[in-house]
């Protein structure tokens, strides 16, 4: 269901997971929609950036001495994906930190693995996150979940999130938005209008797993959230 929200000041902070050049360039990860994604992300940080709300960026980088059991690696013996020699591991200059924002890594799908990230949102008084990147039914769908596993609100910006394909994308929002108590999916403009103090409606799980999608309504009910 719509209903309308406010975020109060103080107590947001925005997460941007993965937006890296391998995305664009690494013809075996391409992210459909990247370029648009991006440019919804900009709008993001840029409305993040006005209102003063902390911006914490994600890259996954892996090195496989700390990596885990059956992870894969190339014919060359590097990891599959975002090796840590891989220059296509750096985030893309449009959505790159700015003027001492957080630049953070990774070596797990989840934002908040192995690290002490959660406690600093809490210290801080961060009540909701504000998240987006790719691929959408991995780090994104980790990530959501360790945020709410905190205790943390997420809003989730749909159109500021992509994978490799508009049905992997479009399905991993959906069973997201089945389970996200506590939370919110929304658009880009809308987050930027909740970031700048705005009431706004947004989608709000109501109940358990309301979204019962199939192959045939899927994207109709993603193009509902």
Not at 44 to 59: C, D, I, M
Not at 76 to 99: H, M, W, Y
Not at 194 to 209: H, I, M, P, R
């Amino acid at each position: 269901m719509k209903a309308p929200i406010s975020i109060r000041r103080g107590t947001v902070a925005a997460v941007f997971i993965d937006l890296q050049e391998e995305h664009r360039r690494d013809k075996r990860y391409l992210v459909e929609g990247f370029a648009d994604i991006l440019a919804n992300v900009q709008r993001l940080q840029e409305a993040a950036r006005r209102n003063f709300v902390p911006l914490h960026h994600w890259a996954y980088i892996v090195d496989l001495a700390a990596a885990r059991p059956f992870h894969p690696v190339d014919d060359s013996g590097k990891s599959a994906f975002s090796d840590k020699d891989d220059p296509l591991t750096a985030i893309c200059r449009e959505v790159a930190p700015q003027n001492g924002e957080a630049m953070l890594v990774k070596q797990e799908a989840s934002a908040f693995a192995k690290n002490d990230f959660g406690d600093k949102l809490k210290t801080s008084g961060i009540e909701w996150l504000v998240i987006a990147g790719v691929w959408t039914e991995a780090c994104i769908d980790a990530t959501v979940k360790d945020a709410v596993a905190r205790g943390f609100r997420v809003l989730l910006v749909k159109d500021a999130c992509g994978s490799a394909s508009a049905a992997m994308h479009q399905t991993g929002i959906l069973n997201l938005a089945n389970r996200l108590y506590g939370g919110a999916v929304t658009n880009t403009l809308d987050a930027c209008r909740l970031l700048a103090g705005d009431t706004v409606k947004v989608w709000q799980v109501e109940g358990s797993v309301p979204l019962r999608f199939t192959f045939e309504n899927a994207a109709r009910l993603y193009a509902e959230l």
